[in-house]
């Protein structure tokens, strides 16, 4: 039975995987054909994320919840989890600078734009409207305008009210862990259409992106998936101090993983991402957490990506990186990658920040712009990665009562499958 079982949930990825390639085939042997599959993908996405906000709500106010009796548990929790985060985020810039420092493949490139940004695209992070935007005033509104972060923070005050109100709350949790089973149950519906949505959405990208911008700056891809690979290494090593086997931790979330690369959405991962874990046994009150905080302020892979990016523009326009530079860029992505989570287009409003702290010009983030799909995989997979470790550190070094399973993922596994 556990080897039927096994071989069941290989197949799914596998499947996934044969839809990127043949969708890779198909939109650079028939680029016409692929580019008229455009609709299959944006489906499968608008899908997925048609149930991350009543995912996010139900999970992170039952996490809380379970918490809210041991408000120290829950915030050691939360210290820990942004502790690790800002390691990471560290851990990446300084990656990137070592990186950028060794090879420079910013040197000698003709500034040639390869593509377009954003019109009024923002310049730095208004910190002042970043705090106001977490305090949702119409918390409808916020959940139908899909705004991760305030939803996020309803949804923990909401599970820390529920605490307090003792067995008057026991009707609403019951409610919450009907929404949260049944979400998980239509996450498997769609994840069994993922292969063809992937091959959908590999054929569409490799048909209309063309690879004239990817040669041209191959240098500058290279360089980044080089660095993810040192991170994925460096993940792998805080598995093995923890505890656990990095092989058989990929080959649990090869589906998460896989979507990640294609659809280039984090979003899109997380309803997949949170159901596997609580398989794995990691209790709801940790995934629910850590995981959506995470998805918000632990990027691991799109901060390695700034900070190359930044040097290599800089490096393009002929800008010498002294320590001064060095530092402000450092700085500047450690404060700004975090406050650009609520932000649209929070990445590019961070490397305007970047840009404009040292002097550069906005514009030149066309420069690297015709590539960004490209980049986006691997840092988007590298994201989902990372915050599988965030999620299994945190309950390695919560305490035991971070340790001690609760009765919601049996439930949610039950009705899903």
């Not at 939360?78 to 600078?97: K, Q």
């Not at 040639?112 to 106001?132: E, H, M, R, Y």
Request: charged fraction near 10%.
């Amino acid at each position: 039975m556990e080897d039927t079982r096994s071989r069941l949930s290989l197949a799914l990825p596998l499947q996934m995987f044969a839809g990127l390639v043949i969708g890779l085939a198909l939109g650079l042997l028939w680029p016409s054909l692929a580019a008229k599959l455009q609709p299959v993908g944006t489906a499968f996405i608008e899908a997925i994320k048609m149930i991350v906000i009543p995912l996010i709500v139900a999970s992170v106010t039952l996490g809380t919840y379970k918490m809210g009796a041991d408000l120290r548990q829950l915030g050691r929790v939360a210290v820990i989890a942004f502790g690790w985060f800002y390691v990471a985020t560290l851990c990446a810039i300084v990656i990137a600078l070592v990186l950028d420092g060794l090879v420079h493949p910013g040197l000698g490139v003709g500034l040639v734009p390869t593509g377009k940004i954003p019109p009024n695209l923002a310049v730095s992070v208004d910190w002042v409207k970043f705090f106001l935007d977490l305090i949702p005033s119409n918390i409808i509104a916020v959940m139908a305008a899909q705004k991760i972060l305030p939803t996020l923070v309803f949804s923990v005050l909401f599970g820390a009210a529920l605490a307090g109100i003792g067995p008057l709350a026991a009707p609403v949790v019951g409610v919450l862990e009907g929404i949260m089973a049944a979400m998980f149950r239509l996450t498997r519906w769609i994840i069994a259409l993922s292969p063809l949505a992937i091959l959908a959405i590999m054929a569409f990208l490799f048909a209309t992106q063309g690879l004239g911008a990817v040669l041209a700056l191959g240098k500058l891809i290279g360089l980044m998936y080089v660095g993810l690979a040192i991170e994925i290494v460096i993940f792998c090593v805080i598995l093995r101090a923890i505890g656990e086997r990095p092989v058989a931790v990929f080959r649990r979330i090869l589906e998460p993983l896989l979507l990640a690369f294609t659809t280039r959405s984090s979003e899109v991962t997380l309803p997949v991402h949170m159901k596997i874990l609580q398989e794995m046994g990691i209790p709801n009150k940790i995934v629910a957490v850590v995981l959506p905080l995470g998805y918000t302020f632990n990027q691991d892979g799109s901060i390695l990506y700034q900070t190359l990016a930044v040097t290599f523009m800089a490096e393009a326009y002929n800008v010498a990186l002294g320590w001064p530079e060095t530092l402000t860029i450092l700085i500047t992505i450690l404060i700004a990658g975090k406050g650009s989570a609520n932000i649209p287009s929070g990445s590019l409003v961070v490397l305007a920040a970047v840009l404009t702290a040292i002097g550069l010009p906005v514009e030149a983030i066309a420069l690297v712009a015709g590539i960004d799909a490209f980049m986006d995989m691997g840092r988007t997979a590298v994201n989902v990665l990372g915050n599988t470790v965030a999620t299994k550190l945190v309950t390695r070094l919560g305490g035991p009562a971070a340790r001690e399973a609760d009765e919601i993922p049996a439930v949610a596994a039950g009705h899903a499958a």
